[in-house]
């Protein structure tokens, strides 16, 4: 009913720059709030961050507030994550997750397969 398919992950030095994309299909309903996750090896998937449909306003990790960027656009059902001074501990596979409700866990219906970046030093 909903599908999430993320691109845009590789390989970048430290201080480098990626975006990921996460493009949404499906008509079950168009409010829905979008969130990007992490996980990296031996470590649980965490929050990066998310926003609304009908606002504006992206929330997002300590970790990443001030170098990451989340922006979407309705009409073309994508989301975006701009990731700027990338640090090694950042690599880790990116999810995108979509609901009706933003939420900063786990608890969401719908997820992509996830996209791999990796970090060098």
């Known amino acids: 009913q909903v599908q999430l398919v993320e691109s845009g992950g590789g390989l970048v030095q430290a201080g480098g720059s990626l975006r990921l994309s996460c493009v949404a299909s499906g008509r079950t309903f168009t409010n829905y709030a979008m969130a990007w996750f992490r996980q990296a090896p031996e470590k649980e998937r965490e929050f990066v961050g998310g926003?609304?449909?009908?606002?504006?306003?992206?929330y997002y990790a300590d970790s990443v507030k001030g170098r990451f960027t989340i922006s979407r656009d309705n009409a073309k059902n994508t989301m975006y994550l701009q990731m700027n001074s990338l640090k090694p501990e950042d690599t880790a596979v990116y999810y995108c997750?979509?609901?009706?409700?933003?939420?900063?866990?786990?608890?969401?219906?719908?997820w992509g397969q996830g996209t791999q970046v990796t970090v060098s030093s």
């Open positions: 926003v609304r449909w009908s606002v504006p306003t992206a």
């Open positions: 997750a979509a609901d009706r409700l933003l939420h900063t866990t786990t608890r969401y219906d719908y």
